[in-house]
């Protein structure tokens, strides 16, 4: 004979599915909501980086082969955040690259909406499988916005920036270099839309790269090391040593005379100087960097990537200093900083991890503290300055190709 339930237990046995739903639908608002806010942010710092992540986030849920009916819902979300933009806006910002940037901006509000979406109503069983989808589709918008927020409010906090030191040094090699290389974009408006597509679109090639990786992962291919990583590692990095030499850019300091008048600081203290609060985000070269790392990752790929992602690190290397972005300093620095995060993410023995880790270290942090203190500009012009440049960049290869080789040794034993 089976006993009732007590009519009290059997109530709250009803409700309690009628307030998981509750607390659900409350979850997909909210994730809607967050969305739409960060749409937004790009408004706010004038930026183009987060339309191209968002972009990744849509490329890389496409690597993953969704259904018909997860795409149709990712192209209605797009088509409901794009509706939502234009009537509160009217229109888009107009940046290089923006054919791309738009439609990618909503298609991946529209992918991070579903895929957070299934992971909210996933059985406790797929739970874990949706939020992998989830995390691998938002690490790039994930990094991009907290740069985007952090550098900006870390402006405030170093208003002395080093540019005039920079550009003294940049003179050593002739030119200087932005100047001539910006000249030639003013010269060639083609090449200057080109490469500043290339330049916005960082996050994005980030992304398509990851992708690749996902879908090696996914093979069970061994990689040397995981791109999510290393690019979450550079940008946490790259932001500390922001700190050590502040960098704004040639275009930010010297505003008008950037590309077509060379300043003549003779008349002035080559010393630290105030600047408004701009993004100090010029050494090193974190875009030179990253474009580095995509390079180094797929290299081994077939050869259209190879190709691809050496041309691309050529046009972001040009672009950082046709834009007045970057000085050739901030770039000299990149390959020991890639270096760094390239060692500390890859799989072997941890004494050769720490030799390239402290080889990167210790040129990255020479040179930091050399035109922080001024140092640097006692180096002679010409063949000296070439020279430390060469090895600045040659010996990070260096290091990093016997990383490779011990790696490619250990797993053939």
């Known amino acids: ?17 009628a307030r998981e739903t509750i607390y659900k639908w409350a979850q997909t608002a909210a994730v809607a909501l967050l ?22 986030a849509f490329v890389i849920h496409m690597t993953m082969t969704p259904s018909r009916r997860d795409l149709l819902a990712v192209l209605a979300s797009a088509l409901a ?33 579903v895929l957070g979406w299934q992971w909210i109503w996933a059985p406790a069983r797929t739970k874990w499988s949706h939020f992998e989808r989830v995390r691998e589709a938002g690490l790039i ?15 405030a906090l170093t208003p002395v920036t080093y540019d005039r030191v920079l550009y003294a040094f940049d003179l050593k090699f002739g030119g200087p270099p932005s100047w001539v290389i910006g000249r030639m974009f003013r010269e060639h408006p083609w090449l200057h839309t080109m490469g500043g597509t290339v330049y916005n679109s960082l996050p994005l ?6 992708a690749i990786q996902w879908q090696d992962r996914q093979k069970k291919v061994r990689l040397t090391a995981d791109l999510r990583w290393v690019a979450m590692a550079l940008g946490s990095v790259g932001f500390v040593l922001y700190q050590i030499c502040p960098v704004a850019g040639p275009v930010y300091m010297f505003g008008n005379q950037f590309p077509l008048q060379v300043p003549d600081l003779t008349a002035v203290a080559i010393a630290p100087a105030w600047l408004a609060a701009v993004p100090r985000n010029g050494m090193p070269s974190l875009h030179v960097g990253w474009a580095l790392l995509l390079f180094w990752n797929m290299r081994r790929n077939v050869w259209w990537i190879r190709i691809g992602t050496g041309v691309y690190l050529a046009l972001t290397a040009a672009t950082t200093l046709g834009s007045g972005e970057h000085y050739l300093a901030d770039l000299m620095v990149a390959p020991a900083v890639a270096l760094i995060n390239q060692a500390a993410c890859t799989g072997t023995r941890l004494r050769d991890r720490w030799l390239a880790i402290g080889t990167g270290g210790a040129i990255a942090i020479a040179w930091l503290i050399a035109f922080r203190t001024g140092a640097a500009l006692a180096i002679p012009g010409g063949v000296a300055t070439w020279s430390l440049a060469v090895l600045s960049m040659a010996i990070p290869a260096a290091v990093a190709w016997r990383l490779d080789w011990v790696v490619a040794e250990e797993r053939s034993q």
Request: hydrophobic share 55%; glycine share 8%.
């Open 1 to 17: 004979m089976s006993i009732p339930n007590p009519p009290a237990i059997v109530s709250e046995v009803a409700t309690q599915p």
């Open 35 to 56: 969305l739409v806010l960060v749409s937004e942010i790009r408004d706010l710092t004038a930026a183009p980086y987060m339309p191209f992540a968002l972009a990744g």
């Open 81 to 113: 955040f794009a509706a939502v933009y234009f009537l509160h806006h009217g229109a888009m910002l107009t940046y290089l690259g923006n054919t791309i940037g738009v439609p990618g901006e909503f298609l991946g509000l529209g992918t991070l909406l």
């Open 141 to 155: 918008p994930l990094l991009c916005l907290t740069s985007m927020i952090t550098v900006i409010q870390a402006a």
């Open 205 to 210: 090639a980030l992304a398509v790269c990851m």
